[in-house]
């Protein structure tokens, strides 16, 4: 089944505690993002990558890292969480082509205290 | 700056109605726009694509259209029934960064029978 995969679902941790969350497609697409969703802010870019190795910022950066080692892989990093990055998070992709349907993963939700 | 916005916010419609959702964005030079259903404590799920050349797409009971000179997007769904409760969202994608998708921040539907 072609799919975005996220883990961990949830999550609870500390200020400070440095914690990576996963994000796996099996549609060998091209493009991945990282995306925060607030209330009343509806959801904005973090990070995205537009094949192996190419990462770029995208709306709202700050706090945040990403890697693509693999094409199929693009974890989120968050070296120092602080409050202010308690979200739910989804991470998608595309083909990066004409018909760039996005495809979303399940979502993180993501408290940091 | 690209700015996209749904009216209204929360919709509360007893079952068979047919129903109109909202979306108009600030820039006309968009890629192509995608209406997405998200779920309570789920991820989003693509429902239409309309290519910024295109005036319409159908799907079953849903029929998306679009009319960029104007900046306006509607989701017609017909004859709602209880399964259609769920935030629903459009995102518009920039013709400068085909993937990146600008979201709405929702519109919220509730069909009671």
Request: proline share 5%; aromatic share 10%; glycine share 8%.
């Amino acid at each position: 089944e072609a799919q975005v995969t996220q883990n961990p679902r949830y999550l609870i941790t500390v200020t400070g505690k440095k914690l990576t969350v996963t994000c796996s497609q099996n549609m060998n697409h091209e493009y991945m993002s990282w995306y925060r969703q607030d209330p009343g802010l509806g959801l904005r870019q973090i990070y995205y990558s537009m094949n192996v190795e190419v990462t770029d910022k995208g709306d709202v950066p700050e706090g945040y890292k990403v890697s693509r080692k693999e094409k199929r892989n693009f974890p989120l990093i968050l070296e120092s969480p602080s409050p202010n990055q308690t979200s739910l998070y989804f991470c998608a992709s595309s083909t990066g082509m004409q018909n760039n349907e996005q495809f979303f993963g399940p979502g993180t939700r993501l408290t940091v205290l | 700056k690209q700015e996209v916005t749904q009216i209204p916010a929360a919709l509360s419609v007893p079952e068979g109605e047919n129903l109109v959702l909202n979306c108009s964005f600030t820039d006309s030079a968009i890629y192509n726009l995608q209406w997405f259903r998200q779920d309570p404590g789920k991820g989003l799920t693509s429902l239409l694509l309309i290519q910024s050349s295109q005036r319409e797409q159908t799907s079953g009971r849903l029929n998306a259209s679009l009319d960029k000179s104007s900046g306006r997007s509607t989701l017609y769904i017909a004859a709602s029934q209880p399964g259609d409760s769920a935030t629903y969202l459009c995102a518009v994608s920039l013709s400068y960064n085909t993937d990146k998708l600008i979201f709405g921040t929702g519109t919220r539907l509730q069909v009671f029978p």
